[in-house]
């Protein structure tokens, strides 16, 4: 399955959830920014256009859920999948710690990015007390996440794997 079908499916499943949260438990809803944390798994294997182009989408669908300015969350995300992807090529990400630090780093640098263009353009409130509370919180609920990432993709490079064994036999 190509990347974007896989993306489209892992943001659609994201805003299903995000939307049940927002009903259920609101708090946890405004903790955790699983866009965000869909924007980091997805950029961790270091494609730049990708990440890029994954956050934009994934922020302009967090707009649209968040009825925020248009563009605000597609900008910062936008930015956060380049910066991770950037970095991914530079570093080892298989290692736990460093992929959570991404996380984290990635969460503070959105939430600095929307905060500082809510304040530039004066349009709706701002909520800075929370900066902290939502890095932990998403970084908590990333740990769990980056496994069943790393579960999921050693699957399909086993499925792979298999599938051309198979095509070489015949």
Request: proline residues 2%.
């Amino acid at each position: 399955m190509p990347w974007a079908a896989r993306f489209a499916a892992s943001l659609t499943l994201v805003a299903l959830v995000e939307l049940l949260l927002a009903e259920v438990l609101p708090v946890a809803g405004r903790a955790v920014d699983l866009f965000v944390l869909l924007v980091v798994l997805s950029s961790l294997a270091g494609n730049s256009l990708q990440g890029g182009a994954g956050g934009l989408v994934a922020g302009l669908v967090q707009d649209l859920l968040n009825s925020s300015p248009f563009g605000l969350h597609g900008l910062a995300c936008c930015v956060v999948g380049y910066g991770v992807a950037r970095l991914s090529q530079r570093v080892v990400t298989s290692q736990r710690l460093v992929a959570l630090l991404l996380v984290a780093v990635g969460t503070l640098v959105h939430q600095a990015i929307v905060l500082g263009l809510l304040a530039v353009l004066e349009v709706g409130e701002l909520s800075g007390g929370a900066v902290l509370l939502r890095v932990v919180a998403t970084t908590a609920v990333g740990a769990p996440g980056l496994w069943l990432f790393k579960r999921a993709r050693a699957w399909v490079d086993e499925r792979r794997t298999l599938k051309e064994g198979r095509a070489r036999l015949r």
